[in-house]
């Protein structure tokens, strides 16, 4: 609505919709199928981190392709939401291996797949 199709304009964007129909910016790339395909594709190729931003079905979706996680947690309580992992359970582990608190109480934590 704003005209800002890229809100990370130094990285390769991908936007995994199967209703968005198409983008009018070549830098983002409109995936519409087969994200676990693109995720498998993108991790044999030379290249930086993929960063997963979204949750829910998406990120329940690619939880076999997810070697580690970032959370961020607020002190507030705002209601419902989208789940971080929607869907069948499936216990996967996770080691913490590092947490940064702020001082107004945000914590970000990390955690490698055990």
Same mark, same amino acid.
Do not use: C
């Given at each position: 609505?704003?005209? %800002? ?7 390769? @964007?991908? %936007?995994?919709?199967?209703?968005? *129909? ?7 790339? @409109?995936?519409?199928?087969?994200? %676990?395909? $693109?995720?498998?594709? @993108? ?8 960063? $997963?931003?979204? *949750?829910?079905? +998406? ?17 507030? %309580? ?8 929607? *869907?069948? +359970?499936?216990?996967? @582990? ?8 702020? *001082? ?6 990390? +955690?490698?797949?055990?």
């Amino acid at each position: 609505a704003i005209g %800002v199709t890229s809100p990370f304009p130094h990285m390769k @964007l991908y %936007v995994v919709s199967s209703t968005l *129909g198409r983008f009018d910016d070549p830098a983002v790339e @409109l995936v519409e199928r087969d994200p %676990v395909g $693109l995720v498998r594709e @993108l991790k044999r190729q030379d290249g930086m981190d993929i960063w $997963l931003a979204g *949750g829910g079905k +998406f990120a329940a979706a690619l939880l076999e392709e997810i070697d580690e996680l970032v959370i961020k947690s607020y002190p507030v %309580v705002a209601g419902t939401g989208v789940p971080g992992f929607a *869907g069948e +359970f499936r216990p996967t @582990l996770f080691r913490p291996t590092e947490r940064t608190e702020f *001082g107004n109480g945000v914590q970000v934590s990390w +955690f490698t797949r055990a």
